[in-house]
Nanobody, 124 residues
Framework: VELVESGGALVQAGGSLRLSCAAA????????MAWFRQAPGKEREFVAA????????NYADFGKGRFTISRDNVENAVYLQMNSLKPGDTAVYYC??????????????????WGQGTQVTVFS
């Protein structure tokens, strides 16, 4: 499975970004899809996850009310809408998937496939 993230950019605090992750090589409609992030000098941390049909989601506390994860199983893609961005959101954002697609774990070790990441930089 190849995952390719896009949408990262340099943005002013308070702004918005929409990250996309396109999958190739396998249909992911039965998989849980998630976003993680890693800031310089810090461990990779969970951002959000969505189950196979988009009916359930899980968010890290810092993302609740600001971030929205969604998916399009026809396009074989997952998205992360980020609003009210803060400098603390600066990180490389990674897309990840796991099978089966019912659970929404926040541990990176639970995910089998990863993208290469897209850089998000928020300046004040």
């Amino acid at each position: 499975v190849e995952l390719v993230e896009s949408g990262g950019a340099l943005v002013q605090a308070g702004g918005s970004l929409r990250l996309s992750c396109a999958a190739a090589g396998r249909t992911l409609s039965s998989y849980t899809m998630a976003w993680f992030r890693q800031a310089p000098g810090k461990e990779r941390e969970f951002v959000a996850a969505i189950n196979w049909n988009g009916g359930r989601t899980n968010y890290a506390d810092f993302g609740k009310g600001r971030f929205t994860i969604s998916r399009d199983n026809v396009e074989n893609a997952v998205y992360l809408q980020m609003n009210s961005l803060k400098p603390g959101d600066t990180a490389v954002y990674y897309c990840a998937v796991r099978f089966p697609g019912h659970e929404l774990p926040s541990s990176a070790s639970e995910y089998s496939y990863w993208g290469q990441g897209t850089q998000v930089t928020v300046f004040s």
